[in-house]
């Protein structure tokens, strides 16, 4: 699992750092350290963490619990309002 955080958007709540402690951590009052390639244990942690995160900063790649995949889009023909 890859992460990303916004460091711009992050305001230094430390939700992510209380919700997964293994990935996210403070240093001093506003600064966030974070592991951008989590373990997989950490996957329910870090989704946790990204939800909880105020202002959305936890951008979070490979991360599918329990939700199913969108179905792919389908091309190839116009489609008709009825």
Do not use: T, W
């Not at 955080?5 to 951590?25: E, H, I, K, T």
């Not at 390639?37 to 936890?58: G, K, L, N, S, T």
């Amino acid at each position: 699992m890859r992460l990303v955080v916004d460091l711009n958007r992050c305001q230094g709540y430390a939700q992510c750092a209380f919700l997964a402690p293994n990935v996210f951590a403070m240093h001093g009052d506003e600064g966030l350290l974070y592991d951008p390639q989590a373990e997989d244990a950490q996957r329910e942690r870090v989704a946790q963490a990204a939800a909880a995160c105020p202002v959305q900063a936890i951008l979070v790649d490979d991360l599918d619990l329990a939700a199913p995949a969108p179905a792919p889009a389908r091309s190839g023909g116009k489609a008709s309002d009825g």
